[in-house]
């Protein structure tokens, strides 16, 4: 794994991903340590002048009022990690908290907030050692940064609080720091509040879920290309001329997809040859581009939101170009929280339509000739007719998640923090649904596979082949009587999350869009 090297005009979503999930270590670049050396200057000539300045010599939020004198700041610092470190509930996972981390340290890399070099060094050395502080799922409410997750990262920074090291073994994290040889932090003047103090949380995840969704959207297109195969639909609603008319970018990406999977198919266009002719598929079929190009489209402007924010350097006060240290509310989380609902509600229409297409294979009354439920002797065997309940379940609770966060705030601090973004309770519901909508393809694509293969006589496309030939390689078996169904429906589901969907037709159809 390469080094990611932090200067101070941000990262990338590369890094990010490189970090958060492949353990990529980290350096500070020499353009960074000097902006830090320079920015924390600053802070010490402000905090040997007798005038208060937020965050350097005064009380936080609703406590600015009180200047602090020079041998208590020390203990402010502290204090402040410490009170704030008051998360609740289940761990956040280590992935959401090496985001977390290493967004707050780009932040700190780049020369706006006062940290010494040395604390930005220990904060790499802890990613670098593997070493993952112990941060609970309730605590932010997306404003005045993500506070109480940031917190405990920053408590591990001091050799406090609890931490999982890189065996997984979870003990106080003073321990884990002298096992890597890791000098705890002793916190300065403003160090503790620009630790706390950024959108880093909602922003890791958000990052992470644009990554997910990106092979999730190929992988809806793959999986809508196979149901209207099984379902013997036509093609002809994919051709460029009809989606140039109406130039949505996603739109036409998606059907340019679904087009190049059904290539060579021998289902296709069968849909006047049937006893009951059809002229025009279902919605959930003929529709397929419009709905997932939708999706695709919000991805497209949650991305150039997050990348906004990642060449953002967010901390209040900040230190400016001219050495001005100012006062703003840049921690404000809503570009970020709207986004994070956003991508909520288009991947629950994403997998209520995907649950649509299912429930048409399932019916023997709208597949067109196959058996109930893809049976092999229906009445005797159910079929998928309880994967297709599984697969209801889990698009109700995406409904559910899409109601978003961000349409909700609760004042805090005294009502000095009187409006806050809930951003951080966006991500998370988010990775929920994120969770759910892979399960939700991973159903579609099993019974789509199904219904391809008892098309007896058929030829598939070649891409579809391809897909058949994987998904049963990886453990999710074809037609047949009646099994235990869920380690099938496993295998499916960890065969779309590790990308082995669109591995498996690419090589046939070319890069998916």
Sequence with gaps: MHSVVLGTSGT????????AR???????????????ADSRAVVDALAAKPEPVYGVSTGFGALATRHISPELRAQ????????????????????????LMFLRLKTVASGHTGVRPEVAQTMADVLNAG??????????????????????????????????GPDGTVKPAGELLAEAGIQPVELREKEGLALLNGTDGMLGMLIMALADLDTLYKSADITAALSLEALLGTEKVLEPELHAIRPHPGQGASAANMLAVLKGSGLTGHFQEEEAPRVQDAYSVRCAPQVAGAGRDTMAHARTVAERELASAVDNPVILADGQVRSNGNFHGAPVAYVLDFLAIA???????????????????????????LADDAGVDSGLMIAQ?????????????????????????AMQEDHVSMGWSAARKLRTAI???????????????????????????????????????????????????????????????????????????????
Excluded: W
């Design 12 to 19: 990338t979503f590369q890094d990010v991903i490189d970090v």
């Design 22 to 36: 492949h353990g990529a270590r980290i350096e500070l670049s020499p353009e960074a340590v000097q902006a830090l």
């Design 76 to 99: 402010l610092q502290r204090n402040i990690v410490r009170s704030h470190a008051a998360g609740m509930g289940p761990r956040v996972e280590r992935e959401v908290v090496r985001a």
């Design 131 to 164: 070493i993952t502080p112990v941060v609970h799922e309730y605590g932010s409410l997306g404003c005045s940064g993500d506070l109480a997750p940031l917190s405990h990262c920053a408590l591990a920074l001091m050799g406090e609080g609890d931490a999982e």
């Design 347 to 373: 991947a629950a229409d994403l997998g209520s339509i995907a649950e649509r297409r299912t429930d048409r294979l399932l019916d023997k009354n709208r597949s067109h000739g196959l058996p109930p439920f």
């Design 389 to 413: 309940y599984t697969q209801a379940a889990l698009v109700s609770e995406m409904k559910r998640l899409a109601v978003p966060a961000s349409a909700d705030s609760i004042p805090s601090s």
């Design 435 to 513: 969770g759910n909508l892979n399960r939700i393809i991973a159903v579609e694509l099993y019974a789509a596979t199904r219904g391809i293969e008892l098309r007896r006589g058929l030829t598939p496309a070649p891409a579809s082949q391809a897909a058949i030939e994987a998904l049963r390689a990886a453990g999710a078996e074809g037609p047949g009587p009646d099994r235990f169904l869920a380690p099938d429906l496993a295998a499916a589901d960890a065969f779309v999350r590790e990308g082995k969907l669109v591995a498996a037709v690419e090589p046939v159809t070319g890069p998916l869009a």
